[in-house]
């Protein structure tokens, strides 16, 4: 029963990673994002199947893990990318302000 009700708290969190990353493609900035933030979930995800395979518990559960994991690298990825594209922005700005002076 523990494996399950553990694989029901990954689903419920891991529904949530598909959105965010969708939420974040769309936005096209980094602005409401946060790496400290998302380092932290993979840091967290780590430590979860490090705890499976240390203590032998390897079962669906960890595939769970794997897939949250994959999602929530995808974010890290996005993020980079908004940020690449914030300072693209800024530049344009900056450029526009000045030649308009």
Not at 26 to 36: D, E, G, N, V
Not at 61 to 66: A, E, G, P, R, S
Request: net charge positive; glycine share 2%; with cysteine.
């Amino acid at each position: 029963m523990s494996p399950l009700l553990e694989t029901v708290m990954l689903i419920c969190f891991g529904l949530s990673w598909p959105i965010n990353v969708m939420k974040a493609i769309k936005a096209r900035s980094a602005k409401s994002m946060s790496l400290p933030f998302i380092l932290l979930i993979i840091s967290g995800y780590v430590a979860g199947i490090s705890a499976k395979i240390l203590s032998h518990q390897i079962n669906y559960v960890l595939i769970v893990y794997f897939i949250n994991l994959a999602i929530v690298t995808v974010n890290l990825f996005v993020y980079f990318r908004n940020r690449h594209l914030d300072h693209q922005n800024e530049e344009k700005q900056y450029i526009a302000r000045h030649q308009m002076a």
